[in-house]
């Protein structure tokens, strides 16, 4: 059926980004959460989940990011089995894991752990800290956030634009966990749920933010971040390979990215914040390994709703799409 000619959105279960996809955030799929979306916890779908003897047994080094000694880790072969084997290295409940950064315990949105960690990565773990509630009010349509998950159950603030309405709040920061807006619980939504919320928001009103800061360690403190500059580039990893982690079936060793899925998944990742307020670099990969050996628009229109179609992605933003995976296959950067 030609694109944009009554295209029908299909229902599969929501399919988490495959991380993170998370910063790019989701590697389960569960049980619809509070705004439909894929709850943490909820049982798997699709393959179960691989005998031990077939994860890779690869030994990663971590620390927390405030501060603690080294712990290693191995094992896992999602998102949310890497933050159960960080909470058993740390004694620490697994909800107290908010996001991980790769070679940094900065707050930094730009080393992200998502779905590929490098095979001599080092992982630091953000744990929960200072709680506050924040009135907000929205004087204009856009306040200036970008959203992305950690594949668990968590949103969390990626960027925040200068200028914008956020942007002059100086309790809101990036990397705070967002749990609630005017009291309704965001605790296993996933983060494009997230930013339509905002959205939908009434411009004109005041509404309340429920929010956790990571812990911050002493450097950190009094730091107030704007996120990754737009056209960064996702990183993934500095090893010589990359430990991939799917919602379905075993984790795999890869090599890294080549240089035309690295850019394309750079410009369909602004894409993704151009249109929907939202980044993951791995959700931006899944879509570039789904569109790169498709032949026309059509063919991955129907690709992303077979497999992506509760994102109900906008026809204008899949035909972009097609051409940002064109541009980096020619170059044209």
Known sequence: MPLGL???????????????EPGRGGLGVGEPGPLGGGGAGAPQMGLPPPPPALRPRLVFHTQLAHGSPTGRIEGFTNVKELYGKIA?????PAAEVMFCTLNTHKVDMDKLLGGQIGLEDFIFAHVKGQR??????KSEEALGLTITDNGAGYAFIKRIKEGSVIDHIQLISVGDMIEAINGQSLLGCRHYEVARLLKELPRGRTFTLKLTEPRKAFDMISVRSGGGRPGSGPQLGTGRGTLRLRSRGPATVEDLPSAFEEKAIEKVDDLLESYMGIRDTELAATMVELGKDKRNPDELAEALDERLGDFAFPDEFVFDVWGAIGDAKVGRY
């Open 132 to 137: 506050k509630e924040v009135e907000v009010f």
């Open 88 to 92: 058993e290295a740390f004694r620490l």
């Open 6 to 20: 009554g295209r029908r959105k299909k229902a599969p279960p929501l399919v988490e980004n495959e991380e993170a």
